[in-house]
């Protein structure tokens, strides 16, 4: 190994610092996170999903996957942006496709 490798700090890749949310498992009311979102990229198990990656102030992270109301709001947060998001519970989609159907509801705040 070099020199310079030696030299290097290296951070691990390891995922036990991320959180992954399962919205099945929340409370109307919960504040899901609080923190910087860092990446919006498609869900490997539903590519027409997306995650929303989050750090948090103790440097972890914490993974917010797309359903209910939460992707034409995240639509409007910018990478980089100090942003809150609260679980609404569960609602009846009223017309469209999935009208009848329950949903997810989510309120998103943006810093500033």
């Known amino acids: 190994m070099s020199q310079a490798a030696q030299e290097q700090t290296f951070k691990s890749v390891n995922s036990s610092n991320t959180t992954y949310v399962k919205a099945k498992d929340l409370k109307e009311g919960d504040i899901i996170v609080t923190g910087i979102l860092i990446s919006a990229t ?3 198990n539903y590519p027409e999903k997306l995650d929303y990656r989050f750090k948090l102030e103790d440097g972890s992270e914490i993974v917010v996957n797309q359903s209910g109301n939460l992707k034409p709001q995240m639509d409007k947060v910018s990478l980089g942006s100090l942003c809150r998001i609260t679980y609404g519970g569960m609602s009846t989609i009223q017309k469209g496709p999935r009208k009848g ?8 705040e943006v810093a500033g």
Not at 101 to 108: I, R
């Open 101 to 108: 159907k329950l949903a997810h509801n989510y309120e998103v």
């Open 42 to 44: 498609t869900n490997l």
